[in-house]
């Protein structure tokens, strides 16, 4: 995966977790858009043999700072 990171706007693999008996896992990436996720999900077949779920996430302590400067 870290050769491939380099073909999209990724910038970095965070976290990498790994249920080996539930056949999950998490990856935590920083990244500028989800479909480049997905597309790196599937150049590395990870897709081809687990299903893949993208989830966007902020810090929580950014969508504080969002939330209150909205008020």
Request: aromatic share 8%; glycine share 2%; charged share 30%.
């Amino acid at each position: 995966m870290d050769k491939e990171i380099k073909k999209y706007n990724i910038n970095k693999i965070v976290e990498f977790y790994m249920s080996v008996l539930e056949h999950e896992w998490i990856i935590v990436i920083d990244a500028v858009h989800a479909h480049d996720i997905e597309k790196l999900c599937i150049d590395v077949g990870i897709s081809s043999m687990s299903t893949v779920k993208i989830v966007p996430m902020n810090l929580y302590s950014d969508t504080i700072k969002k939330l209150e400067a909205s008020k």
